[in-house]
């Protein structure tokens, strides 16, 4: 059973267009990271979100960290084939030493 | 710095054969973790080291697999006999931290093990 829930698991869009995903859960997390995996190589860290409706922005990437540290979205303006990937969220409870990871959402951008 | 390292990049085998695959962190880092990859299971956290001791191995599958870290630099993830269903692609992290809030992970480019 996964902690985090992520939605969609597939995401086929046009170069251009925006999109969205979405990680939650029904545990608190005391931070919540977010990483990008491209085919044939390991997870990157994209950002660490840590208060309760934070947004931080990484150039056409907009994260968000819900009010009660339970959920968390992904949303990406302008895609680009650039940003295709699995996109990974993961949480971590205060002082724990483990991430839970979701399942993941496959992003393919179509030129 | 080179990043986490990880070696074979593929290896393929036959059911019942020992397999081991090898993993040197990021220099300073303290914190060293093995994952499994599949597409129904996702990433899996099979064992965690901090300062080279075993911390959790709880996500070992079972006595088959065994995993050391015999010096900072270094470990190792063995899987004796080896079967079809441990066909995976297998991680390496590293962490600075040993506090997963503050810690990020370092992952290699991946052990993409099939046994036949």
């Known amino acids: 059973t996964q902690l985090l829930e992520q939605s969609p698991q597939f995401l086929s869009i046009q170069e251009g267009e925006n999109l969205t995903v979405y990680c939650n859960s029904s545990s608190v997390f005391s931070s919540l990271q977010w990483y990008r995996q491209e085919p044939g190589e390991g997870p990157v860290l994209l950002v660490t979100v840590v208060t309760g409706g934070e947004v931080k922005k990484l150039k056409r990437l907009t994260f968000q960290f819900g009010d009660a540290r339970k959920d968390s979205s992904l949303h990406i303006t302008a895609a680009q084939p650039g940003d295709t990937g699995l996109y990974l969220c993961a949480g971590a409870a205060s002082n724990d030493y483990k991430l839970s990871f979701g399942a993941g959402t496959t992003v393919t951008v179509r030129a | 710095d080179a990043g986490v390292i990880q070696s074979p990049r593929h290896e393929v085998t036959e059911m019942g054969q020992e397999v081991t695959l090898r993993c040197k962190p990021i220099?300073?880092?303290?914190?060293l973790f093995w994952y499994r990859q599949t597409m129904m299971r996702g990433l899996e956290l099979l064992i965690y080291?901090?300062?080279?001791?075993?911390?959790?191995d709880s996500g070992m599958p079972e006595d088959r697999f065994s995993a050391k870290m015999p010096n900072a630099s270094f470990s190792t993830l063995k899987i004796q006999p080896s079967e079809p269903r441990d066909s995976a692609v297998y991680f390496c992290?590293?962490?600075?931290?040993?506090?997963?809030?503050?810690?990020?992970?370092?992952f290699g480019e991946g052990s993409r093990l099939t046994v036949l």
């Open positions: 992290a590293s962490s600075l931290y040993s506090r997963a809030v503050t810690g990020e992970l370092f």
């Open positions: 080291f901090n300062n080279n001791v075993p911390i959790d």
């Open positions: 220099s300073g880092h303290n914190s």
